[in-house]
């Protein structure tokens, strides 16, 4: 079986980090501070639950995943949700 997820706003939420400056990126809670080329900063935040999610989806499924982002920003984001 297989799975496409999109990635914005489904399994992470991100925005840039500049509009909230009192966000701290905290991996206990799956908090990400996300630097791309250039000046780009951005605070991901992954979704509860996705990694219970996926672990329990992997046995039986093939996973997908779809974004209008650039290949850097997908790339990282990924390493983020399943490192």
């Not at 701290?24 to 992954?46: F, Q, W």
């Amino acid at each position: 079986m297989n799975v496409i997820f999109d990635i914005d706003h489904t399994l992470i939420y991100a925005f840039d980090r500049h509009s909230s400056p009192m966000f701290k990126p905290d991996p206990a809670t799956n908090s990400h501070l996300l630097r791309l080329d250039g000046p780009i900063e951005m605070n991901l935040v992954v979704r509860a639950g996705v990694t219970e999610m996926l672990e329990k989806l992997s046995s039986f499924c093939t996973f997908y995943a779809y974004s209008h982002g650039l290949k850097e920003y997908v790339l990282k984001i990924l390493e983020k949700v399943d490192p």
